[in-house]
Each structure stands twice: as C-alpha cells, then as structure tokens.
C-alpha cells in the first residue's frame, strides 16, 4: 500500500526534513489519498515488482517520529462499487498500521487488520442493496418495510438480488443493517386476531400521502378515502370514526400475502371487519364524511348560507332532505343517515330539526290530495284504453318528476306515506300495477268471445280494447305467477263453466 505526499523534496538532504514535514501535515489533519492493492506475487505488475525492491531502502516509521498521538488518514480503496464510485477509508496513522516509509518516494506502506478496508465497502453494498429491494418490500406502516422473502424473490427472478444478500451474511443479520424488518412472525402469530388488527392498523397508517394544493397542504389516506388539513396519528385507522377494512387490492399492493392469508383464515375480509367492529371499504363519493368532525364541518358551513333561508330553514335548523337535495346535497343526506339519522345528528350538532315537510303535510290525506293535485297539473295520466278515451286514470307522481319540478316537500310526503298508500286515499294508480290474472278473465269474459285463441286476443288488443293495466303478453306475465291456465280458460268459457 502506498500513499503520495503532496510536497516534492528538492535535494537529497532534504529527504529527513521532508517526511517530519509530512507527519506534521497529517497532525493538521491534511487528508492523505492511498491506493490498496493485494499483494500477490503472481498478479503483480513490472511496476509493482520495482516498487516493492524498494522496500529494502525503506525506513521505519517508529523511526521517523517518536510521537504517541494518531491521526487519520483518508484512504482510497480499490475496489470501485456498481455505481463506479471508490469507498473511502478512514485509517489511524500508526506505526502498527503504517510500519514503513520510503521519504524521497513520498510513499507509504499500509498493513492494515483483516476486513478493516472492507468496512466501508459493506456499508457502500448494504445501501445500494436496500434501494435495489425497497420495490419488492412489504408495507408494514409509515416508512417502515418488511424484508422480502428469498423464495418470493427468485419467484419474481430476482436471483442476482438474492446472490446479494447472502454475500453480505444471514439473511436476518442482513435485513437489521439494512433497517428492513425481517418475516420473523412463527406459524400460530396470526391465530390470535389483536395481532392482525395492529397489523391492519399500521398497514391502513402506511397509506396517508401528504398532498399539496397551491399553499395548502393536506392528507389523504388511500384506504379511507378520509382528508385531513392535520398531520395524521399513529393507530386512527384512517381518520374516520370507525377504522375502514382494507380491501385485498390494497394487501397485495402493499405486497402484504401474510396478511393476505391471516384475513383468510379468520374468515374473509367481511367477517375480519365484522368481527373488529370496522367499516366496509366503499366506493362512493366524498368517502372524508365518514367522519362526523368531516360532516359537522359541512352541514355548519352550509346552514350559514343564506339561500336555505328562502327554503324555509331558519337560523339553528338542520335542513331535512328534501331541502338539501333542493340545493344539490346529496351527499350530505346520505352521510346523515349513516350517522344515525337527522333526529341523531340535529342533537349532536345542537342544531334544531327542520319540520317544514312535516308540517305542510301533517295527514296522508293531505299528502294524497297535493300529489293527486300535482299529477292533474302536470298531465301525468292516462286513458283507460285506446277506445274509452273520456276515462282518465291519474297516476302517483314518481321521485323524478317531482324533483324536476322542485317539489321536494311532496317527495317528502311520499316517502313519509308509502306510494300504494297515497294511491290507495287519493285514488290514483301507480304505473307498475297490473291485473290480476282473475280481474283480467273477467274483463274479457264481458266480450264473451266464442273462442279462446291468441290470435282473438291480438286482433282485440289491435282495435284498442285493451286497458292500460292488462299485460300486453298475459300468457307470459301470468305464467310467472302460476295462475296461467290457457287461451281458452282466460278468453272463453272453462271448462266448469260448460
């Protein structure tokens, strides 16, 4: 090993002067560059072979200076890592580490311990090593990943890695150095179900992702779907009240398969959530209201607005669903009742629940008289059949079309008093109802056909006998009930009858 002195030497005389002045450079902490190389005789250079003759004129460093302090030198290796670079070593500046020198050659011969130089080529290999493996690592929580198994990866033919790894030692031994927890879980862990739930917990904390709007600055977890303008908490399971189950797209991204099993093993994902009280991951829109701090926020920004006053919602009301769908939330009515309902979230927010649909309809009558009254004005009828044109059948009202006309009070009503009820006391049909196969025998019987064919039925229903609420297809729609008998039982006579 030797190492060059940045000062050349003049005269021969000088040679003793020359080396006492580059120990005292070392002293100020000069740095000092030296080029390792085995020494084998077999693979040395003509230059080296010259090099090394002169080591019979060298002299002895505890010659050269008599001094008991050390110093460091900075000591290049040889051997160049993957990326080209050289690992640089730092080695105390001894007489058993530097046994001799050559002063006019400005050279310097290291001796150094076995696997001294090899120190910081490791750490060189172990970083490189960790970025190598980081895409095939286990997600186990916030910035801490689980070191892939051997097996899976040669099955993912990553065998150059492998080599890596037990090049460096045991493989546990290796995962500690490169800050990767090792699969060290035994066989019956995940019998216990505490330990899937702290692991499901650390798993769902390992998908918040710091997002950036303009200056704002906010999170968001993959999993939950929750927001957050606070940095999140170990352990909330996703910012929600209730912590959200992760689906099995979200283990195997996080390359979780043990996990994976220990789900199966309790009984699937829904029995998992069930069993640990959690909430189904869903996919539906402004999943952060899952939260009620998230609701709460919403619902107290959207009563100071002052349109709702025109609705009928005055100061310290919740608004009713129909007034919010009315200004296009939705949303809000949705998470509501997932939240216990208006009544439950009116007391949790101390707000007062709005009663303006109540009572504008306080009785079905009046509910069935403003919806018969409505269907009238808006032609939402039809004829008892092509021919009786002057029977006019008034229908109930749908959801769409009282929403189209902003009538979201009689929305309200109908969903406070069922359709078949409003029908039932305003005397309106709903689309949907049919004859039965018995109240449609006796309206063709009153024809008194001489035959029973559908071939008869066809040519009657042609000439617009039909009534709106006969099966255009009887022998179909009552086959599906079971009453169907036959053409001649449904048009003629029966056969009791004869």
């Known amino acids: 090993m030797s190492a060059a002195d940045e000062d050349e030497d003049e005269d021969d005389g000088g040679r003793e002067d020359e080396g006492e002045e580059a120990i005292a450079g070392g002293r100020d902490a000069k ?75 400005q050279a310097l011969f290291l001796d150094p311990p076995a696997g001294l130089l090899d120190l910081a080529l490791r750490e060189v290999q172990l970083n490189e090593l960790r970025n190598d493996l980081l895409p095939f690592c286990r997600t186990l929580g916030a910035d801490v990943y689980g070191m892939p198994q051997r097996l ?16 460096l030692g045991d493989w546990r031994e290796v995962a500690l ?59 909330d399971g996703g910012g929600l009240d209730v912590p959200v189950m992760p689906t099995m797209g979200n283990l195997m991204e996080a390359r979780r398969w043990d996990l994976h099993h220990a789900v199966v093993l309790h009984g699937g994902y829904r029995a998992v959530a069930k069993e640990l009280g959690w909430t189904h991951a869903r996919r539906i829109e402004n999943r952060h209201l899952l939260s009620f701090d998230a609701l709460r926020e919403e619902i107290l920004e959207l009563v100071e607005d002052e349109s709702l006053v025109e609705l009928g919602v005055r100061p310290g009301q919740l608004p009713c669903a129909s007034q919010l769908e009315e200004v296009d939330r ?29 009572v504008k309809y306080p009785t079905v009558t009046a509910a069935a008289k403003a919806l018969r009254a409505f269907a009238v004005e808006h032609d939402i009828t039809t004829t008892m059949s092509p021919r009786l044109t002057k029977r006019v059948v008034v229908f109930v009202p749908s959801d769409t079309e009282l929403r189209e006309h902003g009538r979201n009070d009689l929305r309200y009503a109908l969903r406070q008093y069922s359709p078949h009820v409003i029908a039932d006391v305003g005397k309106m049909s709903l689309r ?63 056969e009791s009858e004869r």
């Not at 710091?210 to 940095?231: K, M, Q």
Request: proline share 5%.
């Open 152 to 167: 899976s990866l040669i099955k993912q033919d990553q065998r150059q890695l492998v080599k890596r790894v037990e090049a």
């Open 432 to 494: 949907q109802s049919r004859m039965s196969y018995v109240e449609a025998r006796a309206e063709l019987r009153k024809w008194k056909f001489e035959v029973g064919k559908r071939s008869v039925f066809l040519n009657w229903c042609k000439a617009g006998n039909k009534p709106w609420n006969m099966p255009a297809v009887p022998q179909t729609y009552y086959a599906k009930s079971g009453d169907w008998v036959s053409w001649e039982d449904f048009m003629g006579r029966g």
């Open 330 to 358: 939705e949303d809000l009515v949705k998470f509501i009742k997932i939240h216990g309902g208006f009544s439950a979230v009116a007391r949790r927010l101390k707000l007062e629940p709005s009663k303006s649909a109540r």
């Open 31 to 105: 740095t000092m560059t030296t080029m390792t190389k085995t020494i084998d005789g077999d693979d040395l250079s003509e230059d080296e072979r010259v090099f090394l003759s002169r080591l019979n004129v060298s002299l002895s460093i505890e010659e050269a200076f008599d001094s008991d302090d050390a110093f460091l030198l900075l000591v290049e290796g040889l051997h160049a890592t993957s990326l080209g670079e050289r690992p640089l070593h730092y080695v105390p500046f001894v007489p058993t580490m530097f046994p001799r020198w050559i002063p006019n050659a």
């Open 177 to 235: 150095e490169l800050d990767l927890k090792p699969d060290a879980a035994p066989w019956y862990y995940w019998d216990n179900i505490d330990n899937l739930e702290d692991a499901l917990l650390k798993l769902v904390d390992a998908f918040w992702f710091e997002e950036t709007d303009g200056d704002d600055v906010f999170w968001y977890n993959d999993i939950s779907g929750a927001l957050r303008v606070t940095p999140p908490t170990d352990g």
